[in-house]
């Protein structure tokens, strides 16, 4: 960077401090204008990160940055010879007034439930389905925890599993919300919590996955700013009013900048006021205590202590946080362009998310600006846990036709692929996904032959952000009632429908004797193997046996 621009953004710097925008109107009040900013380099963008409140819509072909600015900020960078594009609709959509209240659903957003309705979804789900589901508490908010102010909220994990079956199993950990104002995230985690638990028992694939996988889902990591959220006001942080003078939207600790893993980096902010002020501590507030205790209560640590200590190929737990917007699948490093040492197994696990919803996979420091003290850095840095961050949509307060629409038909098939993966996601991802199974009989007398067929693919993977190789398929296999990696499960090789392993997409088939199987309802799993060894993720179909 040149002296004279160093100077201008030693200015700037000053004039967009929190303390400075928050001369005039309070920003419950004033106008927040969403606009698209222009940068020069990653340097530039990463010092914008600390000063602005950025989203994660980066385009770094045109070297712009949507950006929540005050009008006093949007003066200053016009000044400063930026370009700045007022966004209309964004802007528009950001600062419509809301009618009436709703316990139900955000006012103006039906789709999305409150926190008081959120909790008690999932309450409600873990009553309906006791044997698989559980609705714990892990901690407390900090109005909670702070006597004389609001009365606070739980911290609290539903947890599904088949109860009856003891593990170990893998998991799969989801949270949602960690930033209040990020509307679809906390209803795209209580939808897919939803959907698992309705499925178990009719859909064979929910069924294997909740008796031999578990799933653990926060839904509201920040209930309290979401709570301020709802109201309608741009709420990022969580409520602590102890750090600075600052108001109802500023006051607070950016959570998924306060994680004890690498906090105090890049991308976070000292000033009390800042979107991503990063706390007095590491680990200073009670929900990211409660977030990092309850994920380190349930994975191993599977990763040296070193940066460029890499987790073995066999480790176990996938974490995701999902977030809003700009359309990414996220992985770590944060605060480095230096790729960490699990980098072609993040890679490749993030194309086969962006197989479905289409969003770029890349390191958040390549593709982003800085960000230091995430949740999903602590997961991947502290245990060597795949990790990620789904970045859905276009808009912090979504329409609720595009997320409807859009984002849960996206983001749906993507965690479920996420938690088939969870068992080995550094291994499974590298293979080919079986699918379309069908039997050419789904109820049958014992003694009767079925035929089983399925298809090997191996190319389901995204093009955001790169390509993945493929491979030939090498074999198809199926076993029954149980997976493959159970000891002592017999499996049965399938054949190629066209007489030949050749190509990176196959018809696979076998014939499934049924004269040993007991009546009643049993699972085949299906899985496929590429040219390089590589096993992929089972798919299940449910056979009848009268």
């Not at 609001?150 to 079956?165: C, F, H």
């Not at 997976?483 to 007489?499: K, L, N």
């Amino acid at each position: 960077m040149s002296k004279s621009v160093a100077s201008v953004f030693a200015v700037a710097a000053l004039s967009l401090s929190p303390l400075a925008a928050q001369a005039g109107p309070s920003p419950e009040t004033q106008e927040t204008i969403v606009a698209r900013v222009s940068f020069q380099s990653r340097e530039d963008l990463n010092r914008l990160a600390e000063t602005l409140d950025l989203t994660a819509a980066v385009d770094n072909q045109k070297k712009t940055v949507e950006a929540l600015l005050t009008p006093e900020q949007y003066e200053v960078l016009r000044k400063e010879g930026r370009r700045v594009e007022r966004l209309e609709e964004q802007t528009q959509q950001l600062n419509a007034p809301r009618d009436g209240f709703s316990t139900t659903s955000i006012s103006g957003y039906p789709c999305y439930r409150t926190v008081n309705e959120t909790y008690t979804s999932m309450a409600n789900l873990a009553a309906t389905y006791p044997n698989i589901a559980e609705w714990q508490d892990i901690g407390d908010s900090w109005d909670k925890v702070t006597a004389g102010g609001n009365p606070g909220d739980d911290m609290r994990v539903l947890v599904l599993t088949n109860k009856w079956l003891l593990g170990p199993k893998p998991r799969l950990f989801l949270m949602s919300a960690i930033h209040a104002r990020e509307y679809t995230t906390a209803e795209m985690a209580a939808r897919f919590a939803e959907q698992v638990a309705s499925r178990y028992g009719t859909d064979a694939d929910a069924t294997w996955l909740l008796d031999h996988h578990e799933l653990h889902v926060i839904v509201q990591s920040n209930p309290d700013g979401r709570r301020i959220a709802e109201t309608g006001l741009s709420k990022r942080k969580n409520t602590n009013t102890t750090q600075g003078a600052c108001n109802t939207t500023t006051w607070g600790v950016d959570l998924n900048r306060n994680s004890t893993f690498d906090w105090g980096g890049s991308g976070s902010s000292t000033s009390h006021c800042n979107e991503t002020y990063r706390g007095s501590a590491a680990g200073s507030e009670p929900e990211t205590q409660a977030l990092e205790n309850y994920i380190l209560s349930i994975f191993p640590d599977q990763r040296g202590p070193n940066s460029t200590d890499p987790a073995p190929a066999d480790a176990t737990g996938v974490m995701i946080s999902l977030h809003s917007y700009g359309g990414y699948v996220l992985y770590p490093w944060g605060t480095s362009t230096t790729p960490p040492p699990n980098a072609t197994q993040l890679r490749t696990l993030g194309r086969k998310f962006n197989y479905f919803n289409g969003y770029q996979a890349c390191q958040v420091a390549s593709c982003l600006y800085a960000a230091s003290g995430s949740t999903d850095a602590f997961a991947y840095g502290r245990l060597g846990i795949a990790s990620y961050t789904f970045e859905m949509g276009g808009s912090f307060f979504e329409s609720c036709s595009t997320f409807e629409n859009t984002i849960v038909p996206k983001n749906m098939p993507a965690l479920w692929y996420a938690f088939k993966a969870a068992r080995r996601p550094y291994q499974v991802a590298a293979g080919p996904d079986s699918v379309n199974l069908t039997l050419s009989a789904s109820t049958v007398t014992a003694g009767t032959p079925v035929t089983l067929t399925a298809q090997a693919n191996d190319t389901r993977y995204g093009t955001n952000g790169g390509t993945e190789a493929s491979q030939a398929i090498a074999a198809a296999r199926y076993s029954i009632d149980l997976p493959s990696w159970v000891p002592s499960i017999p499996t049965y090789a399938m054949s190629p429908v066209d007489g030949a392993f050749s190509s990176s997409i196959e018809s696979v088939q076998a014939t499934v004797f049924t004269s040993g199987l007991t009546p009643g309802r049993h699972t085949l799993f299906v899985e496929s193997q590429d040219a390089n060894g590589n096993w992929g993720v089972p798919t299940a179909i449910f056979l009848n046996v009268q």
